[in-house]
């Protein structure tokens, strides 16, 4: 969008003001929609200093206690993107015209997206995500 309003205004003079508020909007729920997957998956971001020096049980504690401190983290997060789009309710976007609350609504799903699975995961523990067979029976 961002390369079609450059082309449409070097090209025929026009502007496409709108298309940084979309882009904008458009990035906010990627990220949001991707930190969920990722979380899903368990591709953040993590440093793992001494968790293959643990014994089992102690691996199983350290995730449920990591993904209960996240859960509080993601709850905490989740909330003031709430609280934010409460209070950016009447602001107005200059171009759409649509209430900033939108862009806090896609850190809001994201943040209680996982909020929800790290409360699963201290519960239900560790979850290993097996990948899906092909046809040949081979992973992907």
């Given at each position: 969008?961002?390369?079609?309003?450059?082309?449409?205004?070097?090209?025929?003079?026009?502007?496409?003001?709108?298309?940084?508020?979309?882009?904008?909007?458009?990035?906010?729920?990627?990220?949001?929609?991707?930190?969920?997957?990722?979380?899903?998956?368990g591709e953040h971001l993590l440093v793992d200093l001494f968790s293959h020096r643990l014994s089992r049980v102690a691996l199983a504690l350290q995730y449920r206690l990591v993904a209960g401190f996240s859960c509080g983290f993601f709850v905490?997060?989740?909330?003031?993107?709430?609280?934010?789009?409460?209070?950016?309710?009447?602001?107005?976007?200059?171009?759409?015209?649509?209430?900033f609350s939108y862009l806090y609504y896609g850190i809001f799903i994201g943040f209680a997206g996982m909020a929800v699975l790290s409360a699963w995961q201290t519960l239900r523990g560790r979850v290993d995500w097996k990948p899906v067979a092909d046809t040949n029976g081979e992973p992907d």
């Amino acid at each position: 969008m961002i390369v079609a309003a450059v082309v449409v205004r070097d090209i025929i003079g026009a502007g496409l003001p709108w298309t940084e508020e979309m882009a904008s909007l458009l990035a906010i729920y990627a990220v949001g929609f991707g930190s969920l997957s990722a979380w899903v998956r368990g591709e953040h971001l993590l440093v793992d200093l001494f968790s293959h020096r643990l014994s089992r049980v102690a691996l199983a504690l350290q995730y449920r206690l990591v993904a209960g401190f996240s859960c509080g983290f993601f709850v905490l997060a989740a909330w003031g993107a709430w609280i934010m789009s409460d209070m950016s309710a009447n602001n107005r976007t200059v171009s759409l015209g649509i209430s900033f609350s939108y862009l806090y609504y896609g850190i809001f799903i994201g943040f209680a997206g996982m909020a929800v699975l790290s409360a699963w995961q201290t519960l239900r523990g560790r979850v290993d995500w097996k990948p899906v067979a092909d046809t040949n029976g081979e992973p992907d």
